[in-house]
């Protein structure tokens, strides 16, 4: 097993710096198709390089949802960025922690600032209304434009996250899947009677100028082989806003 922690004592600073560097001798002697990989304590570990770092990406066994990802300098193997993401979709969360060769900090990211329902407190509402788990597609979030029914990205800088999820790339579209669009209509087959249906809401004040942004969670689950469902969660309380469905010929 690599030496995922070692301690380092630095003379440029008065204080002891206790630093974790990137075990490249366990890299090299296990390196294979691309990386190295290896469990420890339930969790899967994936060592790789590229051309500026080398990184460590940790997923937790299920059902836990948070994984870590540890990028570190190629010349030193001292640690440069720190964070945590989300097993399915690309949603940063927590605080990202960049530091500097010595093992100082250079910048935090809180990627949930703004915020009032952090991923925490998502968990309990999907463990309340009794969601499984093992049908969750995605998790991520969003700035809905209430004029257009948009959704814009809510985090910068997460190239920080891997690319691929799921076996998918980023950016790719299953072959043969069809996204529906339109908000639901209230007579649609699928919706509950107490869910109201995935409309932006209506503006309370008619003289109103400009639409006002809504922070959502999305959840995406699998409703059957064809269908998939979108989630949406209001990130400033919590409540369960509408969904939509996703169709696959």
């Keep these: ?41 339930g969790h899967t570990f994936m060592m790789s390089e590229s051309d500026d770092r080398y990184t460590i990406q940790v997923e937790p066994p299920f059902p836990d949802m948070v994984c870590t990802i540890k990028q570190f300098f190629p010349d030193t193997l001292t640690l440069m960025i720190m964070g945590h993401y989300l097993k399915h979709g690309n949603c940063s969360i927590g605080v990202w922690t960049t530091y500097d060769r010595n093992g100082e900090v250079l910048e ?6 703004g915020w009032n329902v952090g991923w925490e407190a998502l968990l309990t509402t999907l463990v309340a209304e009794k969601v499984n788990f093992k049908n969750i597609v995605s ?36 072959e043969g899947e069809e996204e529906v669009n339109e908000w639901l209509d209230e007579d649609d087959p699928f919706v509950e009677e107490d869910e109201a249906p995935c409309n932006p809401p209506e503006a309370e004040e008619p003289n109103r100028m400009k639409p006002q942004p809504v922070k959502c969670w999305i959840v995406t689950t699998l409703l059957s082989s064809r269908v998939m469902v979108d989630h949406y969660y209001s990130g400033d309380t919590g409540e369960r806003l509408c969904r939509r469905y996703n169709v696959m010929k």
Excluded: H, W
């Design 1 to 41: 097993m690599p030496n995922l922690r070692r301690t380092s004592k630095r003379d440029t600073d008065k204080t002891t710096a206790t630093m974790e560097e990137f075990d490249i001798l366990y890299y090299e002697e296990n390196y294979k198709d691309g990386g190295c990989r290896f469990e420890r304590d």
């Design 108 to 113: 935090e990211t809180d990627y949930e600032e």
């Design 139 to 174: 998790i991520d979030r969003c700035i809905l434009n209430e004029e257009t029914g948009e959704a814009d990205e809510a985090d910068d800088g997460q190239g920080n996250v891997p690319s691929k999820k799921n076996g998918k790339a980023e950016g790719d579209e299953q």
